[in-house]
């Protein structure tokens, strides 16, 4: 689901309200994880190093996406 939106922020780069929306959920999720860890610490580890990880990319994909390398 992540890589989803990732992908679609990549490959719609002139809707800035999406752009705004993942921000959004992705600071709600961090929030959300951070709260998680008091109770599973890998698990909420793990989500937080995938959504890391994803939004990382997505710029470098939104490049290759529209212009090339």
Known sequence: MILGAILIAALLPMI??????LWAFSTAFV???LIHMQHNPAEATLALGAMSGGLMFARPVRRMVLGGL
Do not use: A
């Not at 800035?16 to 929306?21: A, D, E, G, N, S």
């Open 31 to 33: 929030v959300m994880m």
């Open 16 to 21: 800035k309200w999406l752009r705004r929306f």
